[in-house]
């Protein structure tokens, strides 16, 4: 009861996603919200439609995209969109938030290969207005400044969609004494390695650095949104709202910002709700 009232002030729980007022920057105080759903299914529609209504309110929005299971669902609602009520993605542009490191964009594991089947080739995205860290920079230095020139110069990303880690990592932002603000190489710990092998034949296949977008590439997003589905999420979950500002837990940061709504089923949101 204690936890409940003292979350209650950290954020504000939403029935639907058009109780938010998308890209208004209104309250003053951090504030998440957080709308809960009963499945992953409907938490994917929720998602998918704030996502479609961000998009007609700005035809050329600038969308920051993660990877990973949890998405999916939103990306084939929004696929959806676009074959049956004709959502328009051809002003839009993204920037994914991260890659394997020594993954070429046309390997099946590349997050680029995976944006390209669960996303890209489905809607009518321009293939120039999609950008990506490269996993085989040969400078990867210079290609973390090329992507955080990039997103300036496209006016900064609008809208970021999230996943989290088990651990609380953002984009491949791990859990660390200190965290990189901008885009950089990084060593994926052991949990995330694991966590990450399902997709792979072999645990040893999967790839041990990641160039990720940095916090500070996270935060300086306008609006931002978190998905999380299933049980194993809900202690990030909570950590990352439970008022207390951690880089142990990267998702705890996105407290420090104006804007940020958590789309979550009940087994993610458990804990919240203990
Ligand atoms: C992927 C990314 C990661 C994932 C996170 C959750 O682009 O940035 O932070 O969002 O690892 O992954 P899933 O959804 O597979 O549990």
Known sequence: MVK??????????CQDAGELQIGIKNKGVSALNFIISNSYAEMSVKAAHFVAAALKAKPDIVLGLPTGSTPIGM???????????????SQVSTFNLDEYRGLKGDHNQSYRYFMETNLFRHVNIKP???NFLSGVAKDPVAECKRYEEAIIKAGGIDLMILGIGINGHIGFNEPASKL??????????????????????????????????????ILRSRNIILLASGTNKKEAVYGSMSGLVTTEIPGSLLQLHNEVTFFLDTEAAAKIKE
């Open 4 to 13: 409940k009232a003292s979350l209650a002030a950290k954020g504000r729980e």
């Open 75 to 89: 990306y084939q609602e929004l696929v959806r969109m676009h074959k049956e009520e004709g959502l328009d993605f």
């Open 128 to 130: 120039e207005n999609i």
């Open 180 to 217: 990189e603000a901008n885009s950089h190489i990084v060593k994926l710990t052991e949990s995330t390695i694991k966590a990450n092998a399902r997709f792979f034949e072999h645990l040893e296949d999967v790839p041990r650095e990641a160039i990720t977008m940095g916090v500070g590439s």
